[in-house]
């Protein structure tokens, strides 16, 4: 393992002499075992612990352990206190941005007021497998394959060598103290079930696929390398701002060959879903007056160019859905279609579809949260059901249940988005034209 | 859905007036609901049915299903009965691949006589999403992860705008009879785990996966029109073949930006892994020497070229393994080391690293599948035991027992490889030098 690590460095060039490395250690195995390999490496190194207090006692417990190590161990040692709560908050962003932009941004200072030369990461292989695949899930194109490098400016990532495996077989052989941190079964939902549930089945499919997505990972890197430099010089002469808008031009568009790809990078930053950018591109062809909402953004297929425009930032999801909107990308994946009824035994049933009378329905949609007090008359009954009470038969659990969605037309509940239609909205053997919204 | 086939089969302009289709069908779920959608649509096309004569009795009755639908329908059928066994046999090829060329040879065979313009595969969004992910575990670059076109060439599959849920509602829906395929659950034991177990849990963090990899399929087709060229124009330049041999020029690849690219193309199609292509392209900078081995390729760094030359098939998996093979692709990736031992207690311990006493081995090592009345010394343990309880123990599923193999030294077996390692070649105390193997 420690020659594994040294031949790393030297490889990719991680230290070089005369280096000073600042480690990001949080106490967790990864970090731990991190500190204990540079610690004897002959690099100069010190610490610096991020106590994010968001989790108490535990927190506090985290900045103790890690200073008393740095103590026994003679290794210089920062802390800092963050309030993070306040600071998401204050700036409307997660707990996880948040705490990424508060870290970085204290490194920095560290480093420059210290002179240190790197800051080194104790990302591994699974680590990398898992942003792929959690990318996957969440729809990417190249950018979201490439990985993370060993070296991007001054952070560096010494342990990407290794999997996890073998980082908990060296922290047990070597007796590594480290922490757990309690909220890691709860706090990244998605990159739990990846780590827990879907590697482990891939792994039977082939032991190797963490090292084979990290392999591919620096493919990607280079295949981007190849193209985002092209996609960089397209967008001088495509697209143009405007006040708070973006333009692209649509003449341009259509003839690039790369516009696929050119939009995807372009879009995805702005919270559209790849496989809306599909049906954007298809857009550039067809008539003028489609629409599309991202979480932050609504693009507008306009004549002579698609222009993004940025929506008001609203703390609860209140979305209105307008007769001609195409589709949406938050806070779900919908797409919308109108169509005559002619046989009204005939249309897809299932619960990611809903479907309606058209003329049941008053324009525009809301798509919101749920919340207490919240009912409907579910499909195929009469009386009136609590929300709260279908999530509690469906056996939802609670951190899912903030993300349940409603459609209303005129204050009325029409579906609880993915779950069940109202009885009232339903088609009927009368209706002559059906409202679809797709989850996808 | 009726209406999205037939906006799908536009928008891909996968049939033009005029046009005759062959549709394949297997009387799955799929196909039928293929020859569903294309019954009534306007567009003329037959039906062909391979009976593969694999599965006994319900192979004809697959036949007999699908003949007394086109009958019912009154659509033109064409049968044909392979020996798909006694193809794969004579060829040494797997009956996947066999009941592959078979089957797209009959139909080739069938639009040159009948004057059929395409034939239309029933394959849908899952597909290209399994495949994905598939390759994903066995190592992919670019290409691997581009999907399957709607069309390409005469092959078109005016499916890929449906999930498998879709299809499965609007059979239901529809009444559409199938026939369902009882090797399903064993043939592709790959695919059927990412199918119910994989798929599923990535669904639980986003349920738009399926439509998610299916949009980044496309993107990824576009980035690969993109570099493919570049390196097809490259292999002019850099690749030559002599005899049975190929030849990489080291001094153009060493100053070529997209040797990684170019390598991982040329030579996963040779069997290598992308972990071992990252090895062969820094293998470019060191010494020469160094050598790969792949499931039918060993690959030289020699001096001015990078030689690659085919070994001789063998039915029974048996290669030696020198004391300088640094990594072998096939059966399984692994790859070896030898280090110094300083201190005995501290190397990696897990099944899938074997670490003996490099004294006790004697080269060339040899790596064979296990077979009865194979027994080794376990460690830990003094007394003989028999491979094959060792595995009634481990309670390995008989479709994985054929796949273990062993690694012996001297005709004595020194590791179940990926399971335990023999007691009489562990390291001791006493041991100074160490021979390491790593799955990967």
């Known amino acids: ?113 210290n002179g240190f030369t790197s800051v080194a990461i104790a990302h591994n292989r699974n680590d990398v497998a898992e942003t792929m695949l959690i990318n996957l899930c969440r729809g990417t194109g190249l950018k979201g394959l490439t990985g993370m490098s060993p070296k991007s400016n001054t952070i560096i990532r010494p342990l990407l060598f290794a999997s996890r495996i073998e980082i908990e077989a060296y922290a047990k052989e070597n007796g590594i103290a480290h922490r757990e941190d309690s909220t890691n079964a709860s706090v990244e939902y998605a990159r739990n079930r990846i780590r827990h549930n879907v590697i482990p089945q891939l792994e039977m499919v082939n032991p190797g696929v963490v090292n084979n997505l990290y392999s591919t990972s620096l493919f990607m890197g280079q ?14 002469r495509i697209r143009k701002t405007h006040d708070e808008e973006i333009l ?22 702005l919270g559209f879903s790849p496989g809306r950018i599909v049906d954007i591109e298809q857009s550039l062809f067809a008539q003028p007056g489609k629409s599309f909402l991202s979480k932050g953004y609504r693009l507008v297929r306009d004549r002579e160019y698609l222009v993004v425009s940025p929506l008001i930032p609203q703390d609860e999801v209140c979305l209105q859905i307008d007769m001609d909107t195409q589709s949406i990308d938050f806070p779900i994946n919908l797409t919308f ?31 919101r949260n749920w919340k207490q007090g919240d009912w409907f008359i579910p499909l195929g009954m009469s009386g009136k059901k609590k929300i709260s009470d279908l999530l509690t038969d469906l056996k939802i659990p609670l951190h899912r249940k903030e993300k349940i969605y409603v459609m209303e037309s005129d204050n009325q509940i029409i579906w609880v988005v993915g779950y069940r239609i109202d009885n009232r909205f339903r088609v009927k053997p009368s209706t002559t034209r059906r409202f679809t919204a797709t989850m996808d």
């Open 248 to 269: 692209y031009s649509i003449p341009l568009l259509a003839k690039e060959p790369l516009r696929q790809l050119f939009l995807l990078e372009e879009l995805t930053a």
């Open 223 to 236: 295949a981007w390398e190849e193209i985002g430099a092209k996609l960089i010089s397209l967008r001088d």
């Open 337 to 367: 279609s109108i169509e005559d009824a002619e046989d009204n035994t005939d249309f897809p049933r299932s619960p990611g579809i809903g479907v309606f009378d058209l003329h049941a329905l008053k324009f525009p949609l809301t798509l």
């Open 1 to 113: 393992m420690r020659v594994k690590f040294l031949n790393f460095i030297e490889k990719h060039n991680l230290v070089h002499f005369g280096d000073r490395v600042l480690l990001a250690v949080s106490g967790g195995i990864d970090s731990m075992v991190m500190l204990n390999l540079f610690h004897g490496s002959g690099v100069r190194f010190s610490v610096a612990h991020c106590n994010f207090t968001l989790r108490g006692h535990e927190s506090d417990g985290d900045q103790e352990f890690v200073s008393q190590i740095c103590q026994t161990m003679g290794v210089e040692l920062f802390v800092k206190r963050f309030d993070t709560n306040a600071y998401a908050r204050g700036n409307r962003i997660s707990i996880q941005v948040a705490a990424r932009e508060l870290r970085f941004a204290w490194f920095k200072e560290l480093c420059v007021q």
